[in-house]
């Protein structure tokens, strides 16, 4: 039992500070990328790929402070606490998981696709999340119970999935997916997520093995982007060998309140329980919600292309 109770009223309560706090991140992001830009400045991380600029510890610094004012018994894991060395034991208490920046490398290039991703664990699951890229100034955000909205621009808040009830998605065939080339670019890693790419937009009728010929593949460069696309049904399926919770772990609670299913790797259970060893399992999959059929109920219709989709791809331990 954890020692600190939230009812559904202050869940409310934090995710109103939590979205002004990504806001005004917001603005530090959009401040930083104009600068980044033009100096080029970040410094690498495991390698020459894996980046890291002052914005996203000073971003980070930002959310900790205010956060940890603000709810002084609540825990904080973040990406660049973690990296420096801050790896706090994920407890029964609420606890903040935050990416100060997702989508460094867009961050750096002005590619228009990196958020603030801040999300709250509470008893082990996500229970709140807020994705705000301030780019194109859309702020993704759902508390447990609560549903899942964006907001865009100046609009009202608009409730998703966008299209309810959603089309169907009879196969992989019909399906846009999220997939990434992450920041390990080992021979091993290259080959097995270049094959498993292959297997999904090729055309089996030209000999692809395992072809699915997909209606296309897309890289955001975001984790948390790509996760708030699949809630929106932009996206039909992201899939992902590498991520950490902080890249994940307010766009479940996003993804799961849009009528999403979210898996873990390739044997964890079909349960849609994003537990603890399913966020820090760093293999994950989403797919959207999937309206019933006469023939199908959607949840039915999602497992049956989860276990698909995992008959098609490699599987491998990221590093
Ligand atoms: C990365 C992005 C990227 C994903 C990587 C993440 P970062 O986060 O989300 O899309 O492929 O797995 O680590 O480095 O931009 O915070
Ligand atoms: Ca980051």
């Known amino acids: 039992m954890a ?9 409310q309560a934090i995710l109103n500070y939590t979205v002004a706090l990504a806001r005004e991140a917001g603005l530090l992001i959009l401040e930083g990328s104009a600068k980044i830009r033009s100096s080029g400045a970040a410094d690498v ?8 600029t ?13 956060l940890s004012e603000k709810y ?15 790896r706090p034991e994920l407890t029964d208490e609420p606890t903040f998981c935050v990416d100060p920046i ?18 709250l664990i509470y008893l082990k699951r996500p229970v709140l999340g807020v994705i705000y890229n301030p780019f194109l100034n859309q702020l993704y955000s759902a508390i447990l119970g609560g549903g899942a909205y964006l907001e865009q621009a100046s609009l009202p808040a ?42 999904l937009a090729g055309d089996p009728a030209t000999g692809v093995v395992k072809g699915k010929m997909a209606h296309s593949l897309r890289s955001l460069g ?22 950490w919770p902080w890249d994940i772990c307010a766009g479940v609670i996003i993804a799961q309140e849009a009528g999403c299913f979210v898996a873990g790797g390739r044997d ?44 098609t791809v490699e599987d491998f331990e990221p590093k």
């Open 3 to 11: 020692n600190v109770q939230l009812t559904q009223t202050e869940l």
């Open 45 to 52: 991380k495991k390698n020459s790929v894996d980046l890291v």
């Open 54 to 66: 002052e914005y996203d510890v000073a971003v980070e610094r930002l959310v900790k402070d205010r």
């Open 72 to 86: 002084p018994d609540f825990k904080f894991i973040g990406e660049e606490s973690f990296a420096a060395g801050s």
């Open 102 to 119: 997702d989508g460094t490398t867009n961050f750096i290039h002005g590619f228009p696709y990196a958020c603030i991703s801040l999300g």
């Open 158 to 199: 608009i409730r998703l999935p966008l299209a309810n009830p959603p089309r169907p998605l009879p196969s992989l065939s019909q399906a846009l997916i999220g997939i990434e080339w992450g920041s390990d670019r080992s021979l091993e890693m290259v080959e097995k997520k270049g094959e498993s790419f292959k297997r």
């Open 222 to 243: 975001s984790a948390a982007l790509n996760y708030a696309l699949v809630a929106q049904g932009g996206l039909d399926i992201y899939w992902e060998i590498g991520t």
């Open 268 to 311: 964890a259970p079909l349960d849609n329980d994003v537990n603890e060893r399913v966020l820090w399992g760093r293999k994950h999959f989403v797919i959207r919600k999937i309206g019933d059929t006469e023939t199908e109920k959607g949840v039915d219709a999602q497992k049956r292309l989860i276990k698909e989709f995992y008959e």
